[in-house]
């Protein structure tokens, strides 16, 4: 099974400062990871997919990068709404994995 | 507008069963992917299972793999997880949740049905 791992676990930032989240893939994934976020008590919200394409609606201070096992995504200028638990999953390989999760919270 | 709504869960004692029913509108329900991730009380997400828009294809994770039967009914629109064997660690919210267009990513999810197994 293939394993993804998030950074931090927790990022403390503080409203308007840039937020850059890591998740790395055990083998590659070529560009098959998704990137979702979800506020307390919601469903995820589909944000990245295809490693670096924002879905319909997402706002632009959303970006993702990466290929292979190597992700990041980055938040270029928080705002309150944004303070929340983000999840990457790869859907390259079955089963599909999701990693643990970071909490954004605010600093 | 997509919408995807669950429903079927409960409290069920260990080893029992509970099937799961996700309902789709707003798309052409035949000609999407689907999936079930789960999320335990305070965890993250653990995706369980996908089917292809004909349910010619299934695959599982291996935690639910010969315990949950995923399913669909195109002219019902409907979704299903057949759960068996139910265990304390299976508690969890169930959703299902849509491909988005043309990627495996999960684009559209419904809001949820809990299911909590206990005696």
């Known amino acids: 099974e293939m394993v993804m791992t998030q950074s931090p676990a927790t990022l403390s930032v503080s409203p308007g400062e840039r937020a850059t989240l890591s998740c790395r893939a055990s083998q590659s994934v070529y560009s098959n990871l998704a990137w979702y976020q979800q506020q307390p008590g919601q469903a995820p919200r589909l944000l990245i997919y295809?490693?670096?394409s924002r879905a319909t609606g997402i706002p632009a201070r959303f970006s993702g990068t990466g290929s292979g096992t190597e992700f990041t995504l980055t938040i270029s200028s928080l705002q309150s709404e944004d303070f929340a638990i983000y999840y990457c999953q790869q859907y390259t390989n079955w089963p599909w994995t999701f990693g643990q999760g970071t909490k954004v919270e605010i600093k | 507008e997509v919408q995807l709504e669950e429903s079927g869960g409960g409290l069920v004692q260990p080893g029992g069963s509970l099937r799961l029913s996700c309902v789709g509108s707003?798309?052409?329900?035949?000609?999407?992917?689907m999936n079930w991730v789960r999320q335990a009380p305070g965890k993250g997400l653990e995706w369980l299972s996908y089917?292809?828009?004909?349910?010619?294809?299934?695959f599982y994770a291996d935690s639910v793999k010969g315990r949950f039967t995923v399913s669909r009914d195109n002219a019902k629109n409907s979704l299903y997880l057949q759960m068996n064997s139910l265990r304390a660690e299976d508690t969890a919210m169930y959703y299902c949740a849509r491909e988005y267009d043309s990627s495996s990513a999960h684009g559209y999810w419904g809001q949820g049905t809990l299911v909590t197994v206990s005696s």
């Open positions: 089917i292809t828009g004909r349910g010619n294809t299934v």
């Open positions: 295809g490693a670096s």
């Open positions: 707003g798309f052409t329900f035949s000609r999407f992917e």
